[in-house]
């Protein structure tokens, strides 16, 4: 039975010191129109801390922005509720700042929301609060694009009140190496706590190439958003042998 339809969410956390550097992204979003990418972009564990990311990213965001298939957000690390909310603030508005103060200047450099990472799992009223607080903050700021998504990166599933439709969109609800991912430890906990798959993101390193395509489309039948790597260091700053069976193995029919 063909597995529903999954996006490819890709952690870009590689500097395009030139176009070479993003080339096997683009040559896949250009190969696979309909395969949908949730790409995330973060020039600095963030935006950075200046209105603009500098003139790689400048040069090279607008290529992925012009793509039909090709969602952009923007990164900000929130260290699980410890950085204080202001500062959160900030970055998302350094982001929006890229539409509202240089969209003339520099068109198509733009992000459609943001992937708040080190999220947490476990309920309290204050990381629920501040949760909250980011979600209308992104959710109304100008400069934010399209739906403004809103993703949370606990790795993890998180307790049912950090959770709700009201405070995220989706949730990565497993970021870990394959050979833990298979582990009776990792599968219990996502039996034990159950999550709307259409809601839900899998980010796995480590899979054997030999079991790319047949790792992908189970993770395809979990999860909506998908990001599967042989790479077991640095999964996030290079592509790896096996991207391109990957991706062929998130079209549908394949």
Known sequence: ME????QVIVPLYIWPCSSADWQPLFDSIAAHPSVEFLIV???NSGPGAESLPGHDYEREVPKLTSAPNVTTIGYVRIDYCRK????ACEEIDRFAGWVTAHGNDVPGLSVQGVYLDE???HYSAGRALYLEALHKHIKTKEGLLGQRLVVHNPGTPPDAGLASPAVVDIVVTCEEPFERYAGEEVQQRLRDYFFDRTRSGYQISGVPKAQIREVTREFRQRSAFVFATSL???FYESFGECWEAFIEAMEVNR
Not at 3 to 6: F, I, L, N, S
Not at 84 to 87: C, I, N, Q, T, W
């Open 232 to 234: 077991v260091d640095d």
């Open 84 to 87: 204080p909310l202001h500062d």
């Open 119 to 121: 999220t947490p799992n």
């Open 3 to 6: 597995p529903p339809r999954a």
């Open 41 to 43: 972009i973060n020039p």
